[in-house]
């Protein structure tokens, strides 16, 4: 779906991060070590509702290259990953409790705390920068940023997607929630799956 790859992927270029980002140091502990699982660590454990996708297509790990080629099927720049440090990341889909919702997550490990924090930054600046976003703060989770996305720009008017994307160390968590326009679904309930996330991450440090 050409939104959905507008909405993950982000636009081009590195700018100042809209109000919409909660505040946090980028000072940090170690960092997450290569020879942790991010499979096992990315959304442990469904959310109720949720049935993990066994497509390796939608669900598996991913390189520089599927990252990359997502951005360029979208039609945007690249982010430079390399530059940033990448090494490694995994993504993990679900279909919803409707045909119309799904959830998508990535975490993306870079070397270090640094490289993750400039891939955020760049992240979220593309992010304020696609047509039909507005913002919402995250205030339970230090680095982090929250963006509804509504498809009337890109011709999908039922559509509506709610992400969060934050950092911890040196890895970058992107949560997605697809819905229809006209849903339940609150920034909150997206919150609240990438509140787990985030200490699931903790435990590992």
Not at 64 to 83: F, Y
Not at 146 to 164: C, H, I, K, W, Y
């Amino acid at each position: 779906m050409t939104f959905r790859l507008a909405a993950v992927t982000l636009l081009a270029g590195a700018a100042v991060i809209a109000g919409a980002c909660s505040s946090g140091s980028t000072a940090s502990g170690p960092p997450i070590g290569v020879d942790v699982d991010l499979g096992s660590v990315l959304i442990p454990q469904p959310p109720t509702g949720f049935t993990p996708v066994t497509d390796p297509a939608r669900s598996g790990p991913i390189k520089i290259d599927d990252v990359v080629g997502l951005e360029a099927a979208a039609g945007q720049a690249p982010a430079n990953l390399a530059a940033f440090g990448f090494l490694d990341g995994y993504q993990k889909s679900f279909e919803g409790p409707t045909p119309d919702e799904t959830l998508y997550a990535t975490i993306e490990q870079y070397t270090s705390n640094d490289g993750a924090t400039q891939r955020y930054t760049d992240a979220a600046a593309r992010a304020d920068a696609i047509e039909g976003r507005s913002g919402f703060d995250v205030p339970t989770i230090p680095d982090a940023h929250g963006s509804v996305f509504t498809g009337e720009a890109q011709g999908l008017p039922d559509t509506r997607l709610v992400q969060v994307l934050f950092r911890f160390e040196n890895v970058v968590v992107r949560i997605e929630r697809t819905t229809t326009a006209n849903s339940g679904v609150t920034p909150q309930d997206v919150i609240a799956i990438a509140e787990a996330q985030h200490q699931a991450l903790e435990e590992l440090t």
